[in-house]
């Protein structure tokens, strides 16, 4: 027998967006090779468990903007435009991703490093 659902009950994430959310925390965290390293094995991790890789690129971005000033996000975002035209194009799926994840580190710690001159 079916139970129905109810206004007020909570609707649980799937393990997987739980640990992109990780990733993203990681990524923002701390920006170095040997971070870009761990976050492309956890990248890896969700494609061998089929999540698309599409997918992963907009949960990804959806985290990473969270994160950033309104001059960051428009960069960020004309950014992820490019590197998921050529997802969609190429067939090594892990290389844009982790281009793109590279490519955001470097932005962001120039940004971080930025700001705490300005202070």
Not at 46 to 67: Q, T
Not at 85 to 112: D, P, T
């Amino acid at each position: 027998m079916l139970v129905p659902l109810s206004a007020s009950q909570s609707v649980s994430e799937p393990d997987w967006e739980q640990f992109l959310q990780e990733t993203a925390a990681m990524i923002v965290q701390e920006q170095s090779p040997k971070r870009l390293m761990e976050v492309r094995a956890r990248l890896y991790e969700l494609m061998v468990h089929c999540i698309p890789p599409d997918v992963i690129f907009k949960g990804l971005l959806r985290e990473l903007i969270r994160n950033c000033d309104s001059q960051l996000k428009s960069d960020l975002t004309a950014e992820a435009a490019a590197y998921e035209h050529r997802l969609n194009l190429g067939s090594k799926h892990i290389y844009h991703l982790e281009a793109f994840v590279a490519k955001f580190m470097a932005r962001y710690k120039r940004f971080l490093d930025e700001n705490m001159m300005d202070m």
